[in-house]
């Protein structure tokens, strides 16, 4: 049988379709990036404590910005070695190189999610930030020219007078920005942040892609590879400073949503007075045709003792204490149903304690517990370092119960808070629960934020959170104590 070169018919290396391979790049571009996205949406989540420790948040970002671009890299991985990749032999850069000049911007994608959750407007800026340097990192290593230069395929021989006769393209580019950057002016002013901040990104991408020179020497693996390690560890610092920003900024707005939740009205107490003015005049002292409107439960009060006159105490916490400060509550409990926020000024008035009893609504209206404790003087928040609270749990319905403290300054007009978090109940967990003869004492810790927007308080509120099971009831749990320990 005669040769090909015998009949005369030359032979050509096969030719592999450029754009396809272009393609198939930008593919593993979105594919690695959408596997970052999705990893910190699933797993990226703020701390519970509503007090962490700098070190903690630090840790914490750290091991973000590390499986952001861990996750990334796996998707790209993933579809480099499927069968249908062109790139398992021969490829035009090697999967490190390239996986490397992605994770310039998979290390961002964690700090872009916890902002986006918190609807801030850096959001955008880091989505931008991102894109531009996604863009400029892939353009060092992906040239249009840089698949020839692949032992895989020939140039053509170019044509005489081919550049002259050549039409030229028709470019996209420009329109798709021009049209993003409307759109994101249009989700920005619905409020959609998260859509805007990824339209500017692929702005920012196309420009700094085409504003980018493409390299015109051969590509070097070895020295390109170290070149975009060492990118990567440079961009680590920032990113993770911008993540453990993004978890303190988290922090600080969940806290705030919470209190402002929680107690919604406490600073507006003067309105809701007239609404509960405008509703007495239907009700009967307080009450229902089947039960009160609202309870305020005093404790029982003590026999009185004949004591020596004790000194006046000039400031409580002065500097230099370093015992525990005891106050015995002895403050009322509060019973309401929304949507009020506090008792009524007719509500119905009792002695005792929430162990003897017990306390529920007759329709399906959640039922609101707190504690008020009013302080004889100011406590200076800078010399609190935290507050101990003493209980006794009496409940024997099963379900979980949360307490939270809220501090307060109502001697400022503005009447500021601090939200010291929730924190549950130890023996009403599933895994602790039993039935109970006697109550049980426990003691729970809330630490106090040095850097809080309130100086002093003169008022705690305890708020109790009963499981969803337990809406309509009570929790049979009494308040000792609080321990104010110094810094």
């Known amino acids: ?49 509503h007090v962490p420790t700098l070190t903690s948040l630090s840790l914490r970002a750290l091991t973000f910005v590390v499986c952001g671009a861990l996750a990334g890299s796996a998707g790209v991985w993933f579809y480099w070695k499927s069968s249908s990749s062109p790139f398992r032999e021969n490829p035009p850069i090697s999967l490190v190189l390239f996986a490397l ?22 959001t ?17 290593v992906i040239p249009s020219s840089a698949l020839f230069h692949s032992g895989a395929l020939v140039p ?21 920005a021009s049209l993003s950057i409307y759109l994101a002016a249009y ?26 020179l493409e390299p015109t020497d051969r590509l070097d693996n070895k020295r390109q590879t170290i070149r975009a390690a060492r990118r990567v560890a440079w961009l680590v610092i920032p990113a993770f400073l911008v993540t453990l920003f993004a978890l303190l900024y988290g922090v600080e707005h969940r806290n705030r949503v919470e209190a402002d939740a ?20 239907t009700e009967d002292s307080g009450s229902t045709i089947a039960g009160y409107q609202s309870i305020i439960l005093w404790p029982v009060p003590e026999k009185k003792q004949i004591v020596p006159p004790l000194p006046a105490q000039a400031s409580l916490l002065a500097p230099g204490t370093t015992k525990p400060l005891i106050i015995k509550f002895d403050g009322p409990y509060w019973y309401f149903q929304p949507p009020h926020k506090t008792p009524a000024s007719n509500a119905f008035q009792a002695h005792g304690t929430p162990l003897a009893h017990d306390i529920q609504s007759n329709n399906f209206i959640p039922l609101t517990m707190e504690a008020h404790q009013t302080l004889g003087s100011a406590i200076p928040l800078a010399r609190c370092r935290e507050i101990q609270l003493g209980i006794l749990n009496d409940d024997n319905r099963p379900g979980a119960i949360n307490i939270a403290v809220l501090l307060t300054d109502s001697s ?20 602790h629960f039993s039935v109970k003869t006697s ?40 308040i000792q104590e609080f321990q104010l320990v110094p810094r």
């Open 439 to 478: 109550p049980a004492g426990e003691t729970l810790h809330f630490p106090v934020p040095a850097g809080a927007k309130i100086r002093k308080f003169d008022a705690i509120t305890v708020m109790f959170f009963p499981d969803d099971v337990n809406y309509d009831q009570g929790p049979k749990v009494a």
């Open 101 to 122: 000049s992605c994770s310039v911007c998979w290390v961002w994608v964690p700090a872009f999610v916890l902002l986006s959750r918190e609807d801030s407007p850096l």
């Open 262 to 281: 929680a107690l919604a009205g406490t600073n507006g107490k003067s309105g809701g007075d007239d609404v509960q003015k405008s509703q007495s005049t």
């Open 124 to 140: 955008g800026p880091i989505a931008v930030l991102a894109a531009a340097l996604l863009a400029a990192s892939l353009r060092q």
């Open 1 to 49: 049988m005669a040769s090909p070169t015998q009949i005369g018919i030359s032979t050509y290396p096969a030719r592999t379709d450029q754009p396809a391979l272009m393609r198939f790049l930008g593919f593993l571009v979105v594919a690695g990036l959408l596997n970052s996205l999705i990893a910190s949406l699933l797993l990226f989540r703020l701390p519970d404590a």
């Open 156 to 176: 053509e021989e170019p044509e005489l007078f081919a550049a002259t006769l050549r039409r030229p393209r028709r470019e996209l580019y420009g329109y798709i």
């Open 412 to 431: 400022s007009p503005a009447k500021p808070q601090v939200y010291l978090g929730q924190q549950p109940i130890a023996s009403s967990q599933p895994d």
């Open 187 to 212: 989700e920005y002013f619905n409020g959609w942040i998260i859509d805007g901040s990824t339209l500017l990104a692929v702005c920012a991408f196309i420009c700094v892609w085409r504003v980018t």
